[in-house]
């Protein structure tokens, strides 16, 4: 089905045109603060500072195989997945 024929899409351009919608609000306050956000932007750093300290203690020798490299690759995958994870479980983000 095209958007032109969609029925909800024409109704709400005809409402469009006829000055029907709703304007959208201006008085919305920010989320976010200075010190929340300074706070997340810490946490995220310290993980991510440990998860670089961790992945320079398994990178000590270089893998020869492409098994051993393939297993490298998802070692870090994991590593970056955990990360993420601490993080929002830190920051709720």
């Known amino acids: ?3 032109s024929q969609d029925q ?3 109704q709400f351009v005809m ?17 976010l603060n200075k010190q929340e956000t300074i706070k997340h932007l810490k946490t995220t750093a310290e993980v991510q500072v440990k998860a670089m300290k961790e992945a ?10 492409h098994e051993e490299q393939m297993k490298l690759v998802v070692d870090m995958m994991v590593s970056q997945c955990r990360s993420q994870d601490e993080i929002y479980f830190k920051t709720g983000e």
């Open 56 to 65: 320079q203690a398994t990178m000590t020798a270089q893998p020869t195989g």
């Open 1 to 3: 089905m095209q958007l």
């Open 15 to 31: 409402a469009a045109q006829q000055g029907k919608l709703a304007p959208p609000k201006t008085d919305v306050q920010p989320k």
């Open 8 to 10: 909800q899409y024409a």
